[in-house]
């Protein structure tokens, strides 16, 4: 079972700027997919972007596209998502998570991905 873990995250004011990270124990998928998705709270968990490694095409929420940046390596089990210009309605719970390569689904459906980290937590004041 690969285990991902998300260092990063914390409270920063309208406007500014993080840096989330993830690390992966071992390579979950060669040339596979890797995510980022986040939970506000009483809301439903809902996909932030993505990278398919074997492409090297990333995905993003249409909330997310200008201001967040997804990045990562493969061989090196890594996957980053630049956060700039939040806004209060970026606070959640940011979660990283693994598919394989032939994985069938959109980029963003919850259920396709099979490794889940327990989560950061990313919280913007006004």
């Known amino acids: 079972q690969v285990q991902l873990v998300e260092p990063g995250g914390g409270s920063v004011q309208t406007g500014g700027s993080l840096t989330l990270s993830c690390t992966a124990s071992?390579?979950?998928?060669?040339?596979?997919?890797m995510a980022w998705f986040r939970q506000p709270i009483g809301k439903e968990r809902e996909g932030v972007a993505a990278?398919?490694?074997?492409?090297?095409?990333?995905y993003y929420a249409d909330s997310v596209k200008g201001r967040f940046s997804v990045s990562g390596d493969n061989a090196k089990n890594t996957l980053h998502l630049q956060l700039n210009n939040l806004k209060p309605e970026d606070t959640a719970m940011y979660y990283c998570?693994?598919?394989?390569?032939?994985?069938?689904?959109?980029?963003?459906?919850?259920?396709?991905?099979?490794?889940w980290g327990q989560g950061t937590r990313v919280t913007v004041s006004s």
């Open positions: 071992a390579v979950p998928y060669k040339n596979g997919w």
């Open positions: 990278i398919y490694f074997r492409s090297g095409i990333s």
């Open positions: 998570a693994t598919r394989p390569p032939a994985s069938s689904g959109r980029w963003d459906e919850e259920s396709t991905y099979r490794s």
